[in-house]
C-alpha cells in the first residue's frame, strides 16, 4: 500500500514536498515514480527513482523537482521547487517490482498505485 502526503494550495514560485509511505519494504523494488494527473490530460510520468539511486525527470520538471527515496523509512520524496500553475495537478506515487527504465514501465504499468494527493499552484 502506497499512501501519499504533502500536496496543498502553494503560490507560483514555491515550493512543496511530497512523500509516499509504503506499508512494506521498498528495498526491493526496482523503481518507484511520481505520476501527475489532470482532468484534461492524460497521466504523465513525472520522475522516477530505481533501486540504484539514478533518476529519470520528465523535461517539463527537469531543474524544479527532485525525487529521492529513504529505504530505511519506505518513503519515497518528490521536493518540488519554483512551482508553476501548470503543475496543478493529482500526483500519484507508483512501484514496479521488475522495471525501471521509462519505456519499460510504460509499456509494462506498475504494480503499485496511492490515491493520489492534489497539488495547486495559484498564479
Known amino acids: 500500500q502506497l499512501v501519499e502526503s504533502g500536496g496543498g494550495l502553494v503560490q507560483a514560485g514555491g515550493s512543496l514536498r511530497l512523500s509516499c509511505a509504503a506499508s512494506?519494504?521498498?528495498?526491493?523494488?526496482?523503481?518507484m515514480v511520481w505520476y501527475r494527473q489532470t482532468p484534461v490530460k492524460e497521466r504523465d510520468l513525472v520522475a522516477a527513482?530505481?533501486?540504484?539511486?539514478?533518476?529519470y525527470y520528465a523535461d517539463s520538471v527537469m531543474g524544479r523537482f527532485i525525487a529521492s527515496r529513504d529505504d530505511a523509512k519506505n518513503t519515497l520524496y518528490l521536493k518540488m521547487d519554483s512551482l508553476k500553475p501548470e503543475d496543478t495537478a493529482m500526483y500519484y506515487c507508483?512501484?514496479?517490482?521488475?522495471?525501471?527504465?521509462?519505456?519499460?514501465?510504460?509499456?509494462?504499468?506498475?504494480?503499485?498505485w496511492g490515491k493520489g494527493t492534489l497539488v495547486t499552484v495559484s498564479s
Open positions: 527513482i530505481r533501486s540504484g539511486r539514478s533518476t
Open positions: 507508483a512501484a514496479s517490482e521488475r522495471y525501471s527504465t521509462y519505456s519499460d514501465l510504460k509499456k509494462y504499468g506498475m504494480d503499485y
Open positions: 512494506g519494504s521498498i528495498f526491493s523494488l526496482n523503481a
